[in-house]
């Protein structure tokens, strides 16, 4: 439904490598970025913050897969779009989703990328800070694998709440949309990250609050 909400006005056209672009490897596929613009200096700066980082794309190898039908089972069929449609992070490596690999290879939709990665961010420097079988312990199992996973809301907050913020700055009108808000909710709640966290006016709460306090913020402005 999301999908439908995202305007086409932020859709960037192809380019072909001139002077205004820096080229931005993800992967075997390389990319030509607006020179300065919000995907150029966001990359820039976790180059730095990160220096082992590196991008897969999910359809590229079997791992990814296997994680996929891991998803399937534990999700009970209900989320199939682990590989198409979700960005993962692990350690310090990203690996894009079908939808993103696509935008990535055509050099379209950059600022959709741009969003991913700052909600991506907030993993990388969550492995930085517990490292790989930390992390996959509280992320997976802490208090429990299904259900009420602590770790795992508390870690997705920090992402979405950097979802929201990105999208406040690409199109307003899908950040104060209250389906918008009812669609991050439905991520904690509902089986895409395998019932992480039941209570609905919470997760709520943790996004009506962020929203207000960035209308707030430009109001001061
Ligand atoms: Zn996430």
Not at 7 to 25: D, M, V, Y
Not at 29 to 47: A, E, F, I, T, W
Not at 155 to 177: H, I, P
Request: hydrophobic residues 45%; glycine residues 6%; proline residues 3%.
């Amino acid at each position: 439904m999301w999908r439908r909400l995202l305007t086409a006005s932020i859709i960037n056209l192809p380019r072909n490598g001139s002077e205004k672009f820096t080229h931005h490897q993800f992967g075997k596929v390389s990319l030509n970025v607006d020179r300065g613009g919000r995907l150029d200096q966001l990359l820039h700066s976790l180059k730095s913050e990160f220096p082992h980082l590196t991008f897969q794309f999910k359809a590229d190898h079997w791992w990814w897969k296997v994680l996929h039908w891991l998803v399937v089972i534990f999700s009970f069929g209900k989320n199939k779009r682990f590989l198409s449609g979700f960005t993962t992070t692990i350690g310090m490596t990203i690996a894009w989703s079908a939808g993103h690999t696509r935008r990535i290879k055509n050099g379209i939709e950059e600022d959709r990328v741009w969003a991913c990665l700052m909600h991506e961010r907030e993993h990388l420097r969550q492995f930085k800070r517990y490292g790989v079988f930390i992390m996959f312990l509280l992320y997976c199992f802490v208090f429990f694998p299904i259900g009420l996973a602590y770790f795992r809301a508390r870690f997705e907050r920090a992402g979405y709440l950097q979802t929201l913020r990105a999208w406040w700055v690409l199109d307003r009108n899908w950040a104060e949309n209250p389906e918008s808000i009812k669609w991050i909710v439905s991520q904690f709640i509902g089986p895409n990250y395998v019932w992480c966290w039941p209570f609905k006016r919470t997760v709520q709460g943790w996004f009506v609050q962020e929203l207000s306090r960035l209308q707030q913020q430009e109001q001061a402005a």
